[in-house]
């Protein structure tokens, strides 16, 4: 059994190799080829385009691939959505679609759009996305940079951002909110039927959860008398309850937690306090809950 998995092939691509990196799988890629190489006989890999993944998905040229939902609602793909994976190129989270016009524009809403020219490459959404509101207005593919476009080209334009500094840096307001997407791993839905392509695609998606889910976590491992341990455990949180046990010396006992790597710094100083040695902190790669 060889499952067929397309990598998005562009912004998304480093992203998504170094997320199977952490889930534990070495994806090596060479410049100029779309077949990367990959640790697990069970996977042949290609990168395909995020914006044609879900057609090559449904076709069945592709058993399984990661794409963006908006490019599965954009082509209107019958495939099966086997997952969300937040993350993205940047933030690790949700991007969005939005409508947006220049800071001088008159455009204050979706109805302001009546009879206007909007370019985007996400045409299908935006047109249906502009029926919905009740306006008719001209909406042009655009090539890529889609901002350029604004004014002389377009009244209005609908661009994907995470974080909104390319819109704000190019002088643009944003009007409103077309779409948010993430990163959906997606199955054709004969492969998804077969019982081993499944067990594959299932495992494979734990394990890029419990990536995701390490990434702003750290393992934490100290040690404390027993009489400081009520002391050590109302500084330190945990995502579950620490795992605690007991060392050579009955005296001292081993704590060991998961914790966000955001408050390490505040919580160290505090568990010495408490009473706390041998504080080691390290990374983690995978939780799978």
Not at 261 to 287: C, D, F, M, S
Request: proline share 4%.
């Amino acid at each position: 059994m060889k499952l067929k998995l397309g990598l998005p092939k562009g912004s998304l691509e480093n992203a998504t190799i170094e997320l199977f990196r952490r889930a534990g799988f070495l994806i090596t890629a060479a410049p100029r080829s779309y077949f990367p190489a990959i640790d697990d006989p069970e996977i042949e890999c290609m990168l395909v385009r995020a914006q044609e993944m879900a057609r090559y998905v449904e076709d069945g040229a592709l058993d399984c691939g990661l794409t963006g939902r908006d490019w599965v609602i954009e082509c209107e793909a019958d495939v099966h959505p086997v997952t969300d994976l937040v993350y993205a190129k940047q933030s690790f989270g949700k991007v969005r679609w939005v409508l947006a016009v220049p800071d001088a524009s008159p455009i204050r809403s979706v109805a302001d759009l009546q009879g206007s020219i909007v370019a985007t490459e996400l045409v299908g959404v935006t047109r249906r996305w502009l029926g919905e509101h009740g306006v008719e207005a001209k909406v042009e593919f655009s090539w890529g940079a889609t901002e350029a476009k604004l004014p002389e080209l377009a009244d209005a334009i609908v661009e994907v951002t995470e974080t909104g500094s390319s819109l704000r840096a190019n002088k643009l307001r944003v009007v409103d909110t077309v779409l948010e997407s993430t990163t959906q791993f997606i199955a054709n839905k004969a492969s998804w039927a077969d019982a081993d392509k499944r067990r594959k695609i299932e495992d494979v998606v734990m394990l890029l959860h419990g990536a995701i889910t390490a990434l702003d976590k750290v393992g934490l491992m100290l040690n404390v008398e027993v009489g400081h341990l009520d002391a050590v455990l109302a500084v330190l949180p945990a995502l579950r309850k620490p795992t605690i046990s007991r060392l050579s010396d009955e005296g001292w006992l081993a704590v060991n937690t998961i914790l966000d790597e955001t408050v390490v710094r505040k919580i160290i100083p505090r568990l010495k306090e408490a009473g706390a040695q041998g504080i080691v902190e390290y990374p983690l790669n995978k939780i799978v809950m």
